[in-house]
């Protein structure tokens, strides 16, 4: 985020990195990103949405990043890609790396004798790490952070602060995890004896894959019996509950709000999502789509889209659609009903 | 969940605490409880839902809990009940306690010395416990928790970790609290004078109950000018939000981001899904089960199934019928004109 | 919340500062609000709800206020004005004032010190404070709370404990924020390179305006290239979700569970009620109030209530219109072929 962290591109190392072909001066030196209505001099833009597109005659960006049908009309160098949006993602990560790790442990933090932390882990300030813990090579441990007992934190992988890892949870490797995550809570399980919950320990862990990302305050609850497991390459978004013992293909998405009930059994390039809910104890398989705010109740075997979800519309309409939906069994019944009327009667004439 | 905190148990001690049938040897000992396809030596497993009824034959376990209609089908020793998931739930207990408890307080905790803290308790690293704080016989205070001022905390409660518990809350005896879970932040309270909204201080309670189980992440506010009260045996799930002035009757269930607006009054043994949203100032008699995501706008007055979630479906499907419901009442209006018309004109034939 | 820190005030006073009329004994003085059916000698109530007027009779309170409309009724000392919780409001704040700060830093503190600190602030145990931030007058740092490098805390305002404020982010003057909230956790921006998800660095801040409330576990992202703006006067409930980019107006209100996808753009004095949806890129005009668990899949450029939520109705009625709703598009489509096939043959006849 400050200045000695961003890295220097040339618009020729940039084109190298992408594939791109560049339209003016290669030797432009560019060392951040913004926004093709915010950029000064030095900035690299990109243009991806055709909303945007108003904005590339006056940009004060030094290049921008563009597919051929804008480049004609770029006012500064352009570098025309197949696709901006992602070529842009790859020159911002070496523009904007991450931080970079001091490492050691922080004297505030309390660590078990008993944890193994590489040395070149950086815990940051009141980090608590319990014994039996295994932190990686270049690990950032964010203050807050708390790892129970016998928790493991794969190489490169960044708590960002307040991450709570429950006893015996598995991390992989190059992961991001925000604030706020709580990572092997115990899962919902009781049994209902007569009225009354009884608790179900709940003995699984949490096991994630590599380059998983986490957002701030999601739950990935500890598997009952079983473990909870979330594949390499997904991405959670925030406040995201993900129940007791669900399984999470590869490359899947899940965006903010969402909730898979316990045992929910999810494929690979999946996505779900805001504020999607799965029933639990069903199974999506790989390529399933969910648009936001549907619920799911039964098991999808065919990839696609599915939905369910509602726009909103102006209320005084919404009341009076809602009061017939409310009675739509009965009135179809009763339409029916009238119609078969009709036809006996024209029949008989 | 290491080795030494295991239980033992022989088939016969089993049998009697659950008040099984045995079939087969009783004098076999198990140490853990297992899925029945994931089992080994020395494990209990048990069958309760159909569709694992492939893997009894199979199973590795030592024994297996079951209901009459397997009992005949299984290939170790057998423990007959009628209610398997239950008799499991009071195994489960007694194989896999609770982690046993280090007496005293973390050096690195902070700890006023206006606290009352039980000599049996366990205040771990970071917690932070403020004046006037009372902690009972036997509780856990987990890592980063917080006490603020007057807070109470019942005999054998378990506060997981970096939990805050704010001014003048009482929590209940033997009670689990899962990580980052907010007790008595304040009401979303404000009256709106001339546009601006005006904060209406927060000067009641959370009183939780015994036995109450409060999921990760999840939040109850403190009441308005009366306390919001959770009753006794009362499971919340993670990402719950219970606004300020709920009553929660005993031993009612809530799901997974489900959200109570304030002055939620919800009876005994009530369910609510997961995503169920409750409108506020709004009643739910006992007995009362909302499935999910389905919105409580009124109270409810006899027990039973409520119910307004949608479930998904092909999204092109799902379009065509979500353009017709938000012309519904149009629609019924306009199918209802042409039928009266066609009544009429076959009336005058 | 203890004694010493309520206010005491004479109805004389009070009748000055909401500009009520009275109506008895005008120099009675009360120490703190509580309700009518709860309140005691000392204490001032408020009647608003005609619910709650059969509790005036009654009421033990020395003093209410309430409505032209039932003064007549009031058995104690009335202060009569035309609303009666904005007027409410604003004597609460008076009677219960927050704890007063004690200034300075707590000795368990973590504080760079590269930070700068207003003498008057109070930092509290366990906060971690790094390089470059700024903390103003009279500010109330939690327990527990992280503020990262760089961030910007303006005077008066109160963070609870357990707050993290990621780097860079600025929060206003005079804000409340509770336990738990994420401000400036990363966007969730990827690029989706053939099936993988690439991470975007979300090089963005957070700036929260003045008078802003934000409640427990909420997050607010941090911008992906822009800002994430929160303008003056907002109030955000517990568990709310605000993506990167998005933009609130002044003095909009957004409840429990809502979640704002990313650069949702949202006007002033808007209302989100609880559990709303916001599916992003989208812009609400000033003055829009969406009722609970809706969801905005479209610009809405017209001051006015929105919705599309369903209210939960008896589960079979459910089920049938359910059903029914599946098959909608089909079922109306039936219907107007049946009736198109009668009205040709009425036609011919």
Redesign the interface.
Known sequence: ??DKQRGRLSVKQIAELIGAEIIGDASIVVD????LD?ATAGCIAYLNEKGYARFLAETSASAVILGQQYAAQCPVTALVVD?P??A???V??Q????ELLVAGI?P?A?VSTGADISATAQV???A?IEAGVKVGEDCYI???C?L???SRIGSGTRL???V?V???CIIGERC?V???V?IG??G?G????R???????Q?GRVIIGDDV?I???A?I?RGA??DTVIGN?V?I???V?I?HNCVIGD?T?I???A?L?GSSIVGK?CMLA??V?L??HLELCDGV??????????SITKP??????????????????????????K??RE??T??RA??E??HK?
């Open positions: 985020m400050s951040s990103f913004a926004s915010t696709d949006y992602v842009y993602a790859h911002a990560q523009l904007h790396p991450p922080h505030s309390v940051d300030a009141l608590v964010g203050p807050g708390i129970k007992e016998g960002a602060g307040a709570m429950a006893g015996m991001v925000q604030p706020g709580v809570g115990d919902f009781y049994a209902n004896d009225g009354e919950w009884i608790r179900i320990p003995t990302e957002g701030a305050n739950c609850d019996v079983k390459g991405i978004d925030n406040l509950q129940g490359h998405a965006a903010g709000n909730g009930s390039h805001g504020g809910g029933a639990g789509t969910v648009t936001g705010m549907s619920m799911v109740t039964s696609g889209v599915y939905a369910s979800g509602l726009s909103a519309q102006d209320g005084r309409e919404w009341r009076k659609n809602h009061a017939r939906l409310r009675n739509l069994d009135t179809i339409l029916k009238e119609i009709m036809q009667k024209l004439l």
